[in-house]
Structure formats: C-alpha cells, structure tokens
C-alpha cells in the first residue's frame, strides 16, 4: 500500500449535451476545487473541426479520437501520475499547447466514448451514463453551441443529424457499462424548459453497492419510486419533490457515509443556467448518490483495498495494489 | 515474446548544440524514414521562452522540463506503444499543439536531459553522450541560433554564459552514463571551421560490446589510436584519414553485423550546413559504431533477449520481457 491512497476515478458518459459538465460541475462544488481534477476525452479527437468537416467524419467515431492515449491515460491517473494532455479547444475547434495534469483525490473523466474500450472501463471506480430523452438533450446541444460554441441553430440540429449513426452505434451501446444510468427527463407538466423541476430516473447496477433506499420510497409514493428486478435497481424521483422530502432521503444517504460528513453542504442540487444559480432537488439526490460511490471508493482504498467495487475479481493479498 | 519486437531506443544526450541533430539525421538517412521515429526531449520543456525569461531560468535545470513524463514516454515507447508528445517550437520559443507519435523499430530520443534518472536511463538500449569541446559548441551554436532561431550572435553569447551554471551542474555531468562518448573536435590543423575534416575521439563503455578495433590501428598509427584501459576503450580517429582507409574501419564493422547487410550505404559521413551536402571520414565511422548497436540490440531482441546490453541482470526466463 502506498503512503498516498490513489486517485479515485469517475468515468462520465453521454452523448453531446447530455449533462456531463452540470454533474461533474456540481460535484467539484462539494468536493472542493482542490480535492478534484476534471478531465474532458473530448480534448483527444483526433482531428480538429475543419478536418473532421474535410473527412465527413463526427468526433463520436471511435477512430476519431486517439483512445489508445485515453487508456494509457487513464492507467497513469489512477496509479497516482500525471500526464500532458492534448488540448482540443471548443470555442474554435483547433487544438492549443498540451497541458500538464496531475490527478487529484478525485479525478472526473468525462466524454463521449469513456466506456468504449474494457480498458477504459477497468480504471474507472464508478461509471455513470447520462441518458437523457433525445429531445431533452437536442434542446440542451442547440442552448449550449449558440451560446458558447459559436455555431448557429441550424448548424447544431444539422450536426444532431450528421452524428446519429454514429451516436446510436458507438455511444448509446456504451449504457451497458455504466453503474448508474442517470436519465433527467420532464415530468408530468411535460415542461423539459424547466430545469429546476425535471423528474430523474437512476439505474442502479449491481458492480457497485448502492445505499439502500427502500425505507424511502414506501413513505412517499408520489414522488419517489422504486423497482427492483434482475438485480437492477431504478429509483425515480419527482421534479417536483418537496424540498423537506429531498432533504430526508440526502440525510439517509449522508448518514451510510459518515466519514465524509466533512463534505455535507448546502450546495447540494446547484446548477447554472448561463450566470444564474439555480436548484434542483432531484439533481441533488442524483449528485449525492454519485458521491457516494466516490467517497466509499476513498475509503476502501485508503483501507488498502483495491477498490469498492463488487464485480472486480479479489486481491491476492489484503494490501495488494 | 510479442510478434512485433519492441523498438529499439538510442539516447543522444549531449549540450545545446553539441551536434545531436547532425548524428540523429545520419542515423535517419542510413536505416531510412520509415524505420526511425526522432523525438527532441526538447518538447518536454515545462516553461516557453517568454516563462523562462521571467523566471530567470534556462531549460538545462531539471525541474524546467518534465522529465516525469518523459520517463513515462520512454517507457511507453520501449513498450511499442504510441504516445500523445507535447510540442515546443523552436523558431519562436512557444508551445504547440501536441502530436500523437508512434515508436518505429528505431527511436531516436536526442535532448539535453535525457539520462538524468535512472528511469530513463534503463529505457534505451544504447547512450550517446556529444561532447564537443567548449569552443566548438559555442561556434555550432552561436551558428545555429543566429540562422534558425531568430537570435543574435549577442544574445547567444549571453545566453551560454547565463546557461553555464546549469550546464556544468545537470548536462556535462550525464556523460557518465553514455555507453558511447563522442568528441568531434579540430585535428592538428586547429581549424574547427572545416567540419568535414574535425577529429573524432569516441569513449566506448563495457555496458554494450563493441566491435574490436585493434586490428585496424595496428595498421595505420597516423591515423587512427586506440587505447584500451579500466574496461574503457578510447579510439580516435584523425580528420584526415584518407577514405580509403575510414572504408577499410568501415568494411569491418560491417562484417560484423552481417544480418544488416541490406542498410550498407554511400550515405554514410554524410552531413548538410545550410542546404550544403558535406561527408566526413570521422563521422562515418562514428555513425557505424552507433548504428552497430542499434542493428545489434534489433537482432536480440528479435531472437527473443531483453535487450543486447551486458549490464542488464539476465532475464529469468529465455524469452524474458
């Protein structure tokens, strides 16, 4: 066992505008800057936004992006090293100078074929898919490229279309992996304009131990459910949940982690819409329940284990790496 | 034993303009394009120039370069797998956009650091260590920076003095590590301007085997010594020596490496000033003596050795990786 416990890293995948940067942002919030380091796979395309328009090709192709890198990456972070990393610059598409990066206590990965290679897959300690309905995440692309990206509406809803096939074909199969599969959705208002208020609806998936949310749900009905089968959990929770609803499942949630009640923070929920702060209960729970995937891996690592995971084969030895 | 032997690695280690480029590029013409990849540990540098000026640094200290990534890459490299290199352009001292290189059957690494930790060290099969005396590398700088880096005579003069402290304290003392010290220098004539006719004297080490020479210098005193003491074999070889006789050496070392018959070439001694083809006896002979090890370490580890070094603890098993 090494003096320092490694790194713990969170692999986070989705399509395009899926909410990758909103969890990973929120959960830098109540981890401390400090505490994490963030890393995009989108700075690993192999090709800039003119040649990719040259080639007619989508940066969701797996040949597109230099994964044999992100793998050899990825083992580096959770043995505690750093690496440079390319830099892709989405503002204009081209790439700048590469960066030095050493992984911090929580290192976040997030991008569009995390999950794609099983190696990849095996450095992550926990693995999140973000899956929201497609028109959902059509409406998030075409706010978030305007405004931020330099494109024009038609531009995004075309590109939308060009990246389909390949979105369907390498990205979408890639759910299968994940530990928790972690869908933002309208609820019963149909609203999905009003993000402060959207239903989520989490699968939890047996590599990982979930906290056991059963008392919960048989208290409050209408805004939270629970289905268990095939040894898959689904927890639903209303847009609409009571703040005081939340606040008691977070408090159960808080109370299987008590080495991390350091943590606990009124910033649960916290999201941005351009410059303006909003909350969101049922993003809260979702971000509650991802840290303590993280914080449980913390411990068991710095007990000398090799992970929190339930699905990997055992150490040989108790303090083996 | 993988189906692809490993690359092979050469470390060309030497000051700032101590003639790395030049050997490198022999190298390069000799076992051709496609069979070599050139990388400058240059690229490492942690500070553009800009930083450094600010800083009062130079980019001879260790701590100016990341050399942790660096060990990294070589290791990859060794291991044939590509890696993602960060980019440090010369011509106007700024950072670029990295590359995604993969190691070629030869990989030439060539920088001012590049056997500063053991962990790089251990990488290459083979270590070449330039040591010009101190006048003719100020010469070769003075013209190298003036014509292809954008500074004048000046500057550069400045720069050597302000890089000195460094220069004696972290490069000079890395010759220790070289299997192979070069020293190209003036010949009787004392004109170190006649690069064509420079004198060469080459410290061979006992951690690689290299060919007896004996035989050669018995023959012609005038041209060529060799002097054999504590393990260490000194020859030098006059800029003089008539081309017939340098083709004799020649002929010899490539009787030794019969299975390398195919790469026997005219290009041999080689070298360009500006856009000038120029040959040197001295430094044909050099580049042999390199290419032998490199042709060498190829041919075991192809027939299944670590590597062709006699300092390396044997392997455990025959076809040890």
Redesign the interface.
Known sequence: MSEVPRPILLGIVGDSAAGKTTLTRGLVRILGESQVTHISADH?H?YDRAQRAERGVTPLAPECN?L??LE?HLA?LRAG???????YRHHDG?????E?VRPAHFTLVEGLLGFHTAAMRAAYDARVYLDPPEDLRRRWKVQRDCSRRGYTTDQVLEELDRREADADFHVRPQRRHADMVISFMAGDSGDSGDQAHLDVRIVLRPGLAHPHLAPLTESDGDHLALDERDAETTLWVSGMIPRERSAAIEEMVWSRMSFASHLRTERLGEFTVGTQLHRSESLAITQLLVLYQLVTARAAVALGATDARMDRAPATAPHGA
């Open positions: 690993y192999r230099h044999d890198i050899q580096h090293e750093p690496i440079i990393k390319p830099v081209s790439f700048g100078p590469s030095y």
